[in-house]
């Protein structure tokens, strides 16, 4: 089953794929929204929709591949899976150079789309979870005073205790105590892991 709020944007100009697809999908516990064309699929986007894209590569109007360098323009970080006809192979290949998840041959095995759609999904929650601990880290050091924020600089380029109290004309006892408050409200129980969320953000 999939996730609440994730689903499948399957993009394709044929009616009588759109559907099977849509079947396909449904039939498996996953939820699914369909469009015709590129253009109806940009008029739903937002920045903020969860789940993977299963994009034609050939479409009238706007291509599967320029819907998918569009989004990837805009910042967009849904997984894209191409769905192919034999000769639009090398066309995928340069696709999945430019960040699409992969892509699957028309006639696929049902088996086939779905491994893709799921790995593409896993992908995309994947995703959502580096934001959201990313969205944490940034939170608390916003919750950080003006001093504790130099004594942390210091400390994550390295500096041991002695020589961060010199530059900032403190005392070592005085480093300390930034430290461990620090340390608190950054969640952390190490300097490995302090050093490791400050440059996750960085």
């Known amino acids: 089953m999939s996730d609440a709020g994730e689903r499948v944007y399957v993009v394709d100009d044929d009616e009588a ?8 999908l ?3 516990g996953i939820a699914v929204s369909a469009f015709a064309s590129a253009a109806a ?8 929709l969860r789940g993977c894209l299963v994009l034609d590569v050939r479409m009238p109007g706007m291509s599967g591949l320029e819907l998918h360098e569009r989004l990837k323009a805009g ?4 997984p894209v899976v191409f769905v192919t006809g034999h000769g639009d192979v090398p066309m995928a290949v340069s696709a999945l150079k430019r ?5 699957v041959e028309k006639p696929f095995a049902e088996k086939d789309l779905l491994r893709l759609v799921r790995q593409a999904l896993e992908r995309d929650r994947g995703q959502a979870e580096a934001r959201l601990r990313l969205a944490e880290v940034r939170r608390r050091l916003d919750s950080l005073t003006a001093r504790e924020r130099e004594v942390l600089a210091l400390v994550v380029d390295g500096k041991p205790n002695k020589l961060v109290a010199d530059e900032l004309g403190i005392s070592p006892k005085t480093v300390e105590v930034h430290r461990a408050h620090l340390m608190e409200k950054m969640g952390v129980g190490s300097l490995a892991e302090l050093v490791r969320s400050v440059l996750s953000v960085r």
């Not at 910042?75 to 849904?78: I, P």
């Open 17 to 24: 794929m759109r559907d099977s697809l849509v079947w396909l």
């Open 26 to 28: 449904e039939s498996h």
């Open 41 to 48: 699929f940009l008029e739903a986007y937002r920045a903020d």
């Open 75 to 78: 910042g967009a970080t849904l």
């Open 99 to 103: 960040g699409a998840l992969d892509f």
